[in-house]
């Protein structure tokens, strides 16, 4: 057999029980899906980002409160914006990736 074949037959055998699990528990599946999502993956997404805005801020602290006169304090704002602005940005790709996961119709 080539390579190909027996990754193949491999793939089946492995995907065989787990299709059949997905059709015997189909209703348990979304409500599982949906509270692992909820009650796990948000939660450290939040904490991973809210820690990143904390240590973007630490970062940039010598450069917004700007002690030795350098000018550099509109440099230290702007790249806190941009830490928060990517955040903002994760926040609405990961609601918009929960909203999607739960819409989806999981029918065999």
Not at 8 to 32: D, E
Not at 86 to 103: H, Q, R
Request: no cysteine.
């Amino acid at each position: 057999m080539k390579k190909t074949t027996k990754f193949v037959s491999l793939l089946t055998a492995a995907a065989l029980p787990l299709s059949s699990f997905a059709a015997v528990n189909q209703g348990n599946f979304k409500a599982n899906l949906n509270s692992i999502i909820n009650d796990y993956a948000v939660p450290i997404f939040a904490i991973g980002m809210v820690l990143g805005i904390m240590i973007g801020l630490m970062k940039n602290w010598d450069k917004i409160s700007d002690n030795t006169n350098t000018g550099v304090k509109k440099e230290g704002i702007m790249n806190t914006v941009y830490i928060v602005g990517y955040t903002l940005l994760a926040i609405a790709i990961l609601y918009a990736a929960v909203k999607m996961l739960n819409g989806i119709s999981l029918t065999i």
